[in-house]
């Protein structure tokens, strides 16, 4: 495959199934060499396959985003493998056991928990391969939101996705003197796996019933945001969020 990212290394964290693996192919068919960064092996390996299986280039590593030295050993290996990073998506997120726990009961393990994936991981990804991105002059960072973080509902899903959004403009406002951008996409309601699993039919209904779009969301309906905020040509786009979620016309 070719494409605009030809000779570009890019890592795609919860690569292994849902919009992280929507993601990772998309960017391999533009020409992308991508690291499927996943803490399920088994799920990491089956989008490798469906990668090469169209022609393109991926490989995968195990890799828990919360733990420090776990996406540090995954910069050194990028570096020694490949000399150099050119993408990142952090996509992994607790969101197949989603609760919505009223914040004053709310068990401070599971907070905790939620927090290290969807927020440190973004941290720690960040840390272990934007030097590497530095170093190349060019970089683009894509993190993943949701709009639940604008719904007002609290719960350690919701603030986590909420918090993500600091830390890109953070991150977009430190890296910018760098050729690097870091942008955040927040989808609506898609229909994955961990969607049916977390969300009742009647509360995707409800959710479907408010969206001027009528039509349930796929993780293809993303691809379009991430292959903007990745281009040559979104250079001079960074610290925004991009809603994809066919217009929720009674959002707060």
Known sequence: MSGPHDGRIAVVTGAGRGIGQEYAAALASDGATVV????????????????????????????????????????????????????????????????????????????????????????????????????????????????????????????SKLALIGLSQGFARELGKHGITVNTIAPGLIHTEATMVTVSAEARAAMLAQQAVKKEGQPADLVAALRFFCSDEAGWVSGQVTIVDGFKTLRL
Do not use: C
């Open 36 to 159: 499927i960064a996943d803490v399920d092996d088994r799920l990491a390996a089956e989008t490798v396959q469906l990668i090469t299986d169209k022609g393109g280039k991926a490989v995968a590593r195990h890799v828990d985003v919360a733990a420090k030295e776990s996406t540090a050993e995954l910069g050194d290996w990028v570096r020694r493998e490949f000399g150099a990073a050119h993408i990142l998506v952090n996509n992994a997120a607790i969101y197949h056991s989603m609760r919505m726990d009223a914040q004053m009961d709310v068990d401070i393990d599971y907070w905790r928990k939620v927090f290290s994936v969807n927020l440190d991981g973004a941290l720690l990804m960040t840390q272990a391969l934007a030097p590497l991105m530095i170093e190349a002059g060019w970089g683009r960072i894509v993190n993943q939101t949701s709009t639940g973080a604008y719904a007002g509902l609290g719960g350690a899903y919701s603030v």
